[in-house]
């Protein structure tokens, strides 16, 4: 399995990143930072043709962008939100079937999973 890890502008911590390392899991970390609160068009196109070399993408909270590209791409998005409530997660491309977003407030999963996000999933704040 190969991911690609992608940072945002605001979140450029690598404990997740070690932690899949440590796991045994190829993972590389994209050159590209994605906003995490807009749809950037201009990286989408340059994210789908990244993610061709990869079985998946993830991210530290949600990014739209990312969504986007893996959407396009037909690839899995895994993102772990730890912020609360945020705001992106009520976007259509969280609702995307390539999207699987985790979240660490189980409150917020259920009103996601009732407006139709449904492939979100609860999941503990990590520590290191």
Same mark, same amino acid.
């Given at each position: 399995?190969?991911?690609?890890?992608?940072?945002?502008?605001?979140?450029?911590?690598?404990?997740?990143?070690? @932690?899949?390392?440590?796991?045994?899991?190829?993972?590389?970390? $994209?050159?590209?930072?994605?906003? !995490?609160? %807009?749809? &950037?068009?201009?990286?989408? &196109?340059? !994210?789908?043709? &990244? !993610?061709? @070399?990869?079985?998946?993408?993830? $991210?530290?909270?949600? $990014?739209?962008? !990312?969504?986007? %590209?893996? #959407?396009?791409?037909?690839?899995?998005?895994?993102?772990?939100?730890?912020?609360?409530?945020?705001?992106?997660?009520?976007?259509?491309?969280?609702?995307?079937?390539? $999207?699987?977003?985790? #979240?660490?407030?189980?409150?917020?999963?259920?009103?996601?999973? %009732? %407006?139709?996000?449904?492939?979100?999933? #609860?999941?503990?704040?990590?520590?290191?």
């Amino acid at each position: 399995m190969r991911i690609l890890f992608v940072h945002s502008l605001t979140i450029q911590r690598d404990d997740i990143l070690w @932690g899949i390392i440590e796991l045994g899991i190829d993972v590389e970390s $994209s050159t590209t930072l994605v906003d !995490l609160d %807009a749809v &950037e068009e201009d990286k989408v &196109e340059s !994210l789908v043709a &990244e !993610l061709a @070399g990869y079985d998946l993408a993830f $991210s530290q909270n949600f $990014s739209a962008t !990312l969504a986007e %590209a893996c #959407h396009i791409a037909g690839k899995p998005y895994l993102s772990w939100t730890y912020d609360s409530p945020l705001v992106a997660l009520y976007r259509k491309e969280a609702a995307y079937e390539t $999207s699987y977003p985790f #979240h660490f407030d189980k409150k917020q999963c259920q009103r996601l999973k %009732a %407006a139709g996000v449904t492939n979100i999933r #609860h999941m503990p704040l990590p520590a290191n």
